[in-house]
């Protein structure tokens, strides 16, 4: 398959992958590789912490991100083959395989768990972080080769605000960094969940006109429904038994509060968590903390480097599943208050009789986790939305999609000595408006 729009390359290297078998880089994709700013990447951890529950976890943003520029080669030559991209700019075509590439260039150390922290910690996510790496001198020349106006496309790709009809390819409902996480997760974590039929739904992308405004975009064959089906049932166990996995969250909420604790204490600053990866922040941590008389610093040095270092997980005081809150008024407020999540946690901690910081409260939030807003073409010819479609042709996937994100999703406590929190009592306190909510957790009566 031929890239269109593009000159041969006069210059590639060949990368052996346990994945996709030969990966072949071009000579922009070999410039930007070698630049320190992507070679970072190979020092954060793909899943984080969840090697200290799946050991073979220890696979690398690095080598996801060669996975996805080759997926959307490959993408690329099966629309250029179709003629599909006759309409679409030259420059365009050749700016996705980078922006593919370049798609996690922002992340924090141990991924998506900083992330989590909110607004008022950490400064942005890393899709919004991506632009100051873009300007890196290596990379920033490397694009420029591409056009003068590269960098500035290509982080509205990553960022999902491009107007361009392959945007979808990138950030999407159906973009080719989930079809490479999925498999390669599975993969390094050993097991069987992660099988997605990859080619199937190379094959069925297509580019479709919005009916309503005739925007040209990425979509899928009804051909390839059924591809699309394992896709969404793969994700979703691939978050019931392996992100959300509640020794995989434990071991989350534990780094979380660490760092949570580094920030309150002066130990680090949130533009310091920007450009380190794994280890290195962890050594800043470490190095810094020792010796500080103040309790956050305190904590860090003597509770929550030894117990992430030693693997001392805290253990599930409490669980329910997500579904039994839907409608409550704390599945908002818990989410959205990080300052009542912090006053339960305290209260709990006291009644518990445990330490301040040693209760953490745990509601992992990804609402386009199983999102399918995806155009449709029918056999017949007919575009339609997915959600639109009522199931006829199978599975009705987005309402399905939200029922799955039920299941996956749990409200937990965790605590760093075993305890046991009778269930009744705190779904007592999230049936309480957050006005309420607010008064109860400051008021003299007990919650359990």
């Known amino acids: 398959m031929s890239l269109p729009a593009s000159e041969p390359p006069r210059e590639f290297e060949v990368v052996r992958d346990p994945l996709w078998n030969t990966i072949r880089l071009d000579a922009v994709a070999l410039r930007i590789i070698d630049t320190p700013e992507f070679q970072r990447l190979r020092h954060i951890r793909q899943l984080g912490l969840a090697y200290l529950v799946y050991p073979g976890a220890t696979h690398t943003r690095f080598d996801h991100a060669l996975g996805v520029y080759h997926l959307a080669r490959m993408a690329l030559g099966v629309l250029g083959e179709r003629g599909e991209l006759a309409g679409v700019d030259p420059v365009d075509c050749r700016i996705v395989p980078y922006a593919a590439l370049l798609h996690d260039i922002g992340h924090y150390p141990f991924s998506h768990a900083l992330e989590e922290l909110g607004e008022e910690l950490v400064s942005a996510d890393h899709e919004e972080l991506a632009g100051r790496f873009l300007d890196a001198d290596g990379i920033r020349a490397a694009l420029l080769e591409l056009s003068p106006d590269a960098p500035a496309r290509i982080a509205d790709l990553i960022r ?15 973009d080719l960094d989930k079809l490479e996480y999925l498999r390669r997760d599975a993969r390094f974590c050993g097991v069987p ?5 990859v080619d199937r739904l190379l094959n069925a992308i297509t580019l479709l006109p919005e009916p309503r405004t005739g925007r040209v975009e990425i979509g899928i064959h009804e051909k390839g429904l059924s591809a699309l089906e394992s896709l969404l049932f793969s994700k979703y166990q691939m978050f019931r038994n392996v992100y959300w996995h509640h020794a995989v969250r434990s071991a989350t909420a534990l780094y979380k509060r660490l760092v949570h604790d ?3 204490g002066g130990v680090v600053t949130a533009e310091e968590l920007v450009g380190q990866s794994d280890e290195r922040l962890m050594t800043i941590l470490e190095l810094r903390a020792e010796g500080r008389e103040d309790p956050a610093s305190r904590r860090v040095a003597e509770r929550w480097i030894p117990a992430v270092r030693r693997r001392r997980l805290p253990k599930r005081a409490m669980e329910v599943p997500a579904d039994e809150l839907r409608g409550l008024p704390g599945d908002a ?6 300052d ?3 006053a339960l946690e305290a209260r709990l901690a006291s009644e518990l009789g445990l330490d301040e910081g040693c209760v953490l409260v745990d509601y992992p939030e990804k609402p386009r986790m199983l999102g399918l807003n995806l155009l449709l073409l029918r056999r017949a010819g007919a575009v339609q939305r997915l959600s639109d479609h009522g ?13 799955l ?5 749990a409200f937990r406590v965790f605590t760093t000595e075993r305890r046991e929190i009778p269930e ?4 007592a306190l999230l049936s309480l408006p957050e006005a309420e909510a607010a008064a109860r957790l400051a008021g003299p009566e007990p919650l359990l």
Not at 391 to 403: K, Q, T, Y
Not at 405 to 409: G, H, I, P
Not at 424 to 427: M, Y
């Open 340 to 342: 009542l999540r912090g």
């Open 262 to 264: 580094a920030l309150l």
């Open 333 to 338: 407020w818990i989410g959205a208050r990080p």
């Open 391 to 403: 199931g006829r042709a199978g599975l009705h996937l987005p309402r399905v999609s939200d029922d």
């Open 405 to 409: 994100y039920l299941s996956a999703r």
């Open 424 to 427: 009744d009592r705190l779904i």
């Open 160 to 174: 999902g605000r491009s107007a361009s009809p392959l945007q979808g390819l990138v950030s999407g409902s159906l």
């Open 193 to 197: 969940y992660g099988e997605v039929d």
